[in-house]
């Protein structure tokens, strides 16, 4: 299983399924985050929080507990 942190910085990846429940999938969900959707990783911060990621176009900001609990292909 790899997590969308450990996609590298200018790769893109699809999602496989989303793990956690409740209201912080409810959260990565919102941000349009779901199974089958491709996820380009812009740039992490140098501490690795936060993720910059594209994801339908949308340019977004994923906290790194957010982006372990995405799994990818």
Not at 45 to 61: F, K
């Amino acid at each position: 299983m790899k997590s969308l942190r450990e996609v590298a910085v200018g790769s893109t990846a699809k999602v496989r399924r989303l793990h956690g429940n409740g209201p912080v999938r409810r959260r990565i969900m919102d941000m349009g985050i779901t199974k089958g959707v491709e996820v380009s990783v812009r740039k992490v911060a140098p501490l690795g929080d936060p993720l910059e990621i594209t994801v339908r176009g949308y340019e977004l900001s994923l906290r790194k507990a957010d982006a372990e609990m995405i799994e990818m292909e």
